[in-house]
């Protein structure tokens, strides 16, 4: 099944098989327990500043698998093998946090409703 764009869910090859990967509300409030945060906008922050850890690239690659309905655990995540190694691992990241958080738009605000 393609990812839906729409439900903020994107495709990525891990460990030889195409996977789906979500950040759901779940997952974004797993994610500000992991990093011991007080909202959804630190998290934000935290994310936003570009600097992220192999730590933080295997939480946030573990969470999306977990949104999307994958029972595996952070230390399985360590183990997979990505194209491209970290890189490749951050890419990833980076289009799950982008459909997360939307196309730079401000954390915390969506498009102007009429």
Same mark, same amino acid.
């Given at each position: 099944m393609a990812a839906n764009r729409r439900r903020g869910e994107v495709s990525a090859e891990i460990d030889g098989r195409e996977r789906t990967l979500c950040l759901t509300l779940g997952a974004l409030a797993e994610l !500000?327990? %992991?990093f011991a945060l007080d909202d959804i906008a630190a998290l934000a922050e935290r994310f936003g500043s570009g600097r992220l850890s192999a730590r933080d690239l295997t939480r946030i690659l573990g969470a999306g698998l977990r949104g999307a309905g994958e029972s595996v655990a952070d230390e399985e995540v360590a183990g997979m093998r990505i194209t491209d190694g970290a %890189? =490749? %691992?951050a890419r990833i990241c980076g289009k799950l946090?982008?459909?997360a958080f939307g196309e730079g738009e401000? %954390? =915390? !605000?969506g498009p102007a409703r009429p």
């Open positions: !500000e327990d %992991a %890189a =490749g %691992a946090l982008r459909a401000p %954390a =915390g !605000e």
